[in-house]
């Protein structure tokens, strides 16, 4: 079977379902790969015949966000440092002293604006949560920076992608698979650099 007929035998629910749960785990802080998902979801949609609601998509993105966001606040809160300082542990390459160095230094300086623009950088949109927690920020003030981040990351993605997948749909209708394999491959890649700009920055921050 073609891979596009394959992808498009997927129900919608279980795009919706997998996207919402994926993006609320990773808001939780556990890294996965949140965005990936919300862009593949997001050129599934796009493609000719294909029953998935881009609104949806983007629905289901924001809805996981916020609960992820509020579940990992409230354990911030309860668990304070040691439950970051455990989460570096188990996921040294994404959550190591370096990145939690930075992220709370962004806290530091930025506070409930961290959360809101945090959404669209890989690092903090999963410690955005227990930080904020961690740190005491007023939970009124953390769900509205939270879900407005958190409109804007998943709506602002899923329309560009959208678009853009219906566009290169006209350019490369044999191969409009291409479009998910780069969007991985382009996913993986910001993902590396930007841990790698994390450990930089947390390098500098620890030269006296």
């Not at 808001?27 to 998935?52: K, T, Y």
């Amino acid at each position: 079977m073609h891979v596009d007929m394959l992808l498009l035998t997927i129900p919608p629910l279980a795009i919706y379902l997998l996207c919402g749960a994926v993006v609320g785990v990773e808001s939780i802080g556990i890294p996965l790969p949140g965005e990936i998902v919300l862009v593949g979801a997001a050129l599934l949609a796009a493609r000719p015949g294909s029953h998935i609601d881009p609104v949806a998509v983007a629905a289901a993105a924001t809805t996981g966000a916020i609960i992820g966001d509020s579940i990992g606040y409230t354990v911030g809160r309860r668990y304070g440092t040691g439950l970051l300082e455990r989460l570096g542990r188990r996921f040294p390459r994404h959550l190591g002293p370096a990145h939690l160095t930075v992220a709370q230094r962004v806290f530091d300086r930025y506070g409930v604006w961290a959360v809101l623009f945090g959404r669209f950088v890989a690092i903090l949109r999963i410690l955005a949560g227990p930080l904020a927690g961690t740190m005491r920020m007023r939970y009124p003030a953390f769900l509205v920076a939270n879900a407005t981040g958190a409109v804007l990351w998943a709506g602002g993605t899923v329309t560009a992608i959208y678009w853009l997948g219906i566009v290169a749909e006209t350019w490369l209708k044999r191969f409009s698979w291409i479009g998910l394999v780069v969007a991985v491959v382009g996913g993986l890649l910001i993902s590396r650099y930007v841990r790698h700009r994390v450990e930089r920055a947390a390098a500098r921050e620890g030269t006296p």
